[in-house]
Every structure is written in C-alpha cells, then in structure tokens.
Nanobody, 124 residues
Framework: QVQLVESGGGLVQAGGSLRLSCAASGRTFSNYIMGWFRQAPGKEREFVAAITRTYGATYYADSVKGRFTISRDNAKNTVYLQMNSLKPEDTAVYYC?????????????????WGQGTQVTVSS
C-alpha cells in the first residue's frame, strides 16, 4: 500500500503560480512512477504530468507543457508540480497518483494509488 497526501492548492489570479506537493508513505517511493491528474467540474479526469522512477523522465499534457514542471525528491518521498502562468482553465481538483507498472503513464487506469486531491482555483 502507498498513501498519498497532496497539499499546496488554493486560489490564485490568472498568471500566478502555485506549487503542489504530494507526500508518499508506505512503500519505497523510488519504486513508483508518479503522476498528476486533474478533474474540473463536469469533466473527466485528465492527465497533467508524470515522472519516472530512476532517471526522472517527464511527460506532460500539451495544455500544460512549458508552464508546469513535475519533479521528485526520493529522499523526501515527495513529488511536486510547479504551476506557472496559470489560466482559469487550469481550475480543477488536482490528484497525485502512483504506479509500479510501466504502462502508459498518461492513462489514469495505469495508476493503483491516488491521493484525496487538492483544489486549485484560478480567477480571471
């Protein structure tokens, strides 16, 4: 079992920045691919970013590429999502997720562990 707890969400004006954190516990953090997903009201959950275990290769949704940065600190069992140049359409609940498999990291079904989510609201 892996327990994930997100933090860092909040209300920010368009153009602003937020950094989300996801603290993991339970199993060896470095064994897991970590991902961030988001879900806006009335919409399906969508992929935002992911980072691999060993070499830290990163993947991003086209909608956030160049604005968001995912990173991990295996010593602190934490994954981060730095969000810059935020837009109102980034408003959503952001979820941290973990998977030990090597399947498509952009697909939510690949992840077996999820956090409770943190709300991000971007005002225009």
């Amino acid at each position: 079992q892996v327990q994930l707890v997100e933090s860092g969400g909040g209300l920010v004006q368009a153009g602003g920045s937020l950094r989300l954190s996801c603290a993991a516990s339970g199993r060896t953090f470095s064994n897991y691919i970590m991902g961030w997903f988001r879900q806006a009201p009335g919409k399906e959950r969508e992929f935002v970013a992911a980072i691999t275990r060993t070499y830290g290769a990163t993947y991003y949704a086209d909608s956030v590429k160049g604005r968001f940065t995912i990173s991990r600190d295996n010593a602190k069992n934490t994954v981060y999502l730095q969000m810059n140049s935020l837009k109102p359409e980034d408003t959503a609940v952001y979820y941290c997720a973990a998977t030990s498999s090597g399947t498509d990291v952009r697909v939510s079904a690949a992840y077996g562990y999820w956090g409770q989510g943190t709300q991000v609201t971007v005002s225009s």
